[in-house]
């Protein structure tokens, strides 16, 4: 980076957090500062809802998925519209009639107070536990790549985000994130445009290679357990999760029921449920792209690039060197094997074609296990080197190959990202303690300004705990996965109080509250005696809560069989 | 105003009908938004399989 990146860095994340501060630093009350003001258009709250879900991540390791897989990680959004659609039609016209500011209060005025606090506890710990993991993943694969110091970088990424959203409450993190978007998808397209540029084939020639090495089998409707994504396990396991995700998580929740009106926010969940397929399509695509790019000039061994240069420099046996050596050497063969397999598809010479193709699979195939290779040595010397270096293909093409200007954009994309949603995070933390707890339990009657100034110092809190959590992780991807692992295993039960709650009348608070116990205990039971994949819990607990709730509510005796009755949608 | 725990009636939520009209004009009702929508992600799917399919061979 130059100092022409650094001056679009700076000036991008500053200009955009201190507009934000400054245009919304003053609340007239309680909703103004956690639902923002009675102005917001679906354009907002679709964006808002689209820029809280896609974090630093989604643009830094999905290029990179689609570099090593291809497309087929857009089948897990298959679910995505559908649960949109139910969101819009049943979860949301309840919580704008109830008036609610957090999702766990509905739960509050359908069952009881325990259950409410019950839901907001749950949310709180999964989110709690996943803030800071939304700014020292990227933190970490952007700190190594740049060379910056790792606790500098999340102290001054947290701290600026901490800053505008406990100033603008909710507000703030709207507009911001309408702006933030921008420089995303700005970043995105550009560097999309400069890749295609810089393709040495025609695009059509490129889709046939991208094609041939089987990186655009996008679709699969196999019933392959041990297959990771299909057609059926994005349509069923994605409508889960995002009815989950998006129907009871206060962070999406807090976004959507900020609209001016009912059509505001439902346009704006309709908007994601439009958008979201095209836009991990063609990050999916940005990364297949790459893949091309990469069979015309040469990919290094391994993509973490800093962490390679060190091994190399304690390479004593001098294993590295030559399998660098022998990965240079196959991929000048796969170049000529590409290159004649283009020509003999100009020529219309099938047969050539079909074989110079099955070669060049051949050959990607050696590439790969000598890369393969290539990580055990690393690994072997070094046991805290990943496995999986697709985190930063997509970082390691923008250095090397944008232009000046360019590359800076793109790195204030990944920060933009990451504050993006961390933002949202925080307030829907904030407000959620306040709500369904100071509120609740501690001070029932005071003023708006009270309770504004008590969101604000839980925002404060939650932005600190993230911060605390951030700098002292070390082990990225193992933490990753334990918050995906703490998500699931409370998710489950998270959505079935919300599904019991909207489509299971007669069943009561106290029903519910035991069976989510029982349901949780049993999912905490089956985690550490079950071998199998935790995105099971997410189903397991969800069936096993809502089973229980009817068990428990049809057994004799049980009490508060009417409950009440919801608003007409 | 708020009600308490457990006490959700019909009658305490402001009147929201004005918003059920979806201001768009050539979708006016809500379940043609959402067939709509639902017609997008049909689409998005078939779009997807024929890339697949074309491709694969």
């Given at each position: 980076?130059?100092l022409l990146?650094?001056?679009?860095l700076i000036?991008s994340?500053l200009?955009?957090a201190a ?6 630093r003053r609340h007239r009350?309680l ?6 003001d009675?102005?917001?258009g679906w354009l907002t709250i679709g964006?808002?809802v689209?820029?809280t879900q ?11 998925q689609?570099?090593?897989s291809?497309l ?6 298959f679910?995505?519209?559908l649960?949109?659609?139910i969101i819009?039609?049943f979860?949301l016209?309840?919580y704008r009639?109830?008036n609610?500011y957090t ?8 069952f009881?107070a325990?259950?409410r606090l019950?839901g907001?506890a749950?949310f ?7 803030a800071?993991?939304?700014i020292?993943a990227?933190a970490?694969i952007?700190?190594t790549v740049?060379?910056w ?7 001054l990424?947290?701290?600026?985000v901490i ?10 993190v709207s ?5 933030q978007?921008a ?8 560097a ?6 810089k393709l040495p ?5 490129a889709f046939t290679?991208?094609g041939?090495?089987?990186?655009l089998d ?5 019933f392959?357990?041990n297959?990771?994504?299909?057609f059926w396990?994005g349509?069923l396991g994605?409508l889960?999760?995002?009815?989950s995700?998006f ?6 929740v807090q976004?959507?029921?900020?609209g001016s009106?009912?059509?505001e926010s439902?346009l704006?969940?309709m ?19 790459i ?11 391994y993509?973490?690039?800093p ?11 001098g294993?590295?060197h030559?399998?660098e050596?022998?990965?240079t ?7 000529q094997l590409v ?7 100009h020529?219309g010479?099938?047969q050539?074609?079909?074989?110079a193709?099955?070669?060049a699979l051949?050959?990607?195939e050696h ?5 393969a290779?290539?990580k055990t040595?690393?690994?072997a010397?070094?046991p805290g080197?990943?496995s999986n270096?697709?985190d ?9 190959h944008l232009p000046?200007?360019?590359?800076g954009l793109?790195?204030?994309?990944f920060f ?5 949603s961390?933002?949202a ?5 904030g407000?959620?303690?306040t709500?369904?707890f100071y509120?609740?339990?501690v001070?029932?009657?005071a003023t708006d300004?009270?309770y504004v100034a008590?969101s604000k110092?839980f925002t404060?809190?939650w932005?600190?705990?993230a911060?605390?959590?951030a700098?002292?992780?070390n ?5 990753i996965?334990?918050?995906?692992i703490v998500g699931?295993?409370f998710?489950g039960?998270v959505?079935a109080?919300f ?5 299971i009348?007669?069943v ?12 949780q205990?049993?999912v905490?039971?089956l985690?550490f ?7 099971w819990y997410n189903?397991i607990?969800?069936?096993a809560?809502v089973?229980?709730?009817l068990?428990i509510?049809?057994?004799p005796g049980s ?7 919801l608003?007409?949608? | 105003?708020k009600s ?9 939520a402001p009147?929201d009908?004005?918003d059920?009209a979806?201001?768009l ?5 809500w379940?043609g938004?959402?067939?709509f929508?639902f017609?997008?992600?049909v689409?998005?799917v078939?779009?997807l399989i ?5 491709y694969?061979?």
């Open positions: 980076m130059n990146d650094f001056v679009v000036g994340m200009g955009i507009y934000g501060t400054w245009h919304t009350d909703s103004h500062y956690l639902k923002g009675e102005t917001v964006i808002s689209a820029a896609a974090s630093a991540i989604t643009f830094i390791s999905t290029p990179g689609g570099y090593e291809g087929d990680f857009v089948q897990n959004y679910g995505m519209p649960a949109l659609i819009a039609a979860f016209p309840i009639r109830l609610v999702a766990y209060e509905f739960l509050g005025r359908r009881d325990k259950t019950l907001a749950l709180l710990v999964q989110r709690g536990l996943a800071g993991i939304t020292y990227p970490i952007l700190s740049l060379g110091r790792l606790d500098l970088t999340i102290i990424s947290g701290l600026l800053i505008y959203t406990v100033i603008g409450g909710s507000r703030a507009l911001t994130q309408k702006y978007m420089i995303i998808f700005g970043g995105m397209v550009a999309f445009v400069i890749l295609l540029m084939t025609s695009l059509g020639d290679v991208a041939g090495f089987k990186k996008a679709v699969s409707f196999s392959d357990v297959r990771r994504y299909t396990t349509l994605g889960f999760l995002s009815l995700y129907g009871t998580d206060q962070s999406q976004r959507y029921i900020s009106s009912l059509r439902r704006g969940l908007f994601n449920a439009v958008l979201k397929i095209p836009m991990q399509f063609f990050i999916l695509l940005l990364g297949v792209m893949f091309v790019f990469y069979q015309f000039e040469q990919p290094p061994v993509f973490n690039q962490a390679w240069h060190q091994a190399i420099r304690h390479d004593a046996g294993k590295l030559a399998l050596q022998e990965y050497a196959a991929y000048t063969q796969k170049e290159h004649q397999w283009l020509e003999a598809k020529a010479d099938s050539a074609e079909a074989g193709r099955a070669q051949a050959a990607l590439s790969n296990n000598l890369r290779e290539a040595v690393m690994q010397d070094d080197v990943k270096d697709a930063y293909v997509f970082v390691t093409f923008v250095l090397n000046h200007g360019l590359i793109l790195i204030a994309a933009a990202a990451a504050l993006q961390k933002s995070e925080l307030t829907a933390l407000s959620t303690t709500i369904d509120r609740h339990l001070k029932r009657e300004a009270h008590a110092w404060l809190f932005g600190l705990v911060l605390a959590f700098l002292f992780a082990l990225a991807e193992n933490l996965q334990a918050v995906n699931s295993v998710y039960v959505l109080l599904l019991v709650a909207f489509f009348r007669w009561g608070g106290t029903a519910i509250f035991w069976a989510a116990l029982a349901a205990t049993l905490f039971v985690y005696s079950l071998p199998i994949s935790y995105l189903f607990g969800c069936a809560c089973l229980l709730s068990i509510q049809a057994a009490t508060n069989k009417s409950a009440p009755a608003p007409a949608s | 105003m308490s725990e457990g006490s959700i009636t019909p009658t305490e009147p009908g004005k059920e979806t201001g004009p050539w979708l006016r009702t379940r938004v959402y067939l929508i017609g997008c992600f689409l998005s078939v779009l024929a890339l697949t399919v074309i694969s061979s």
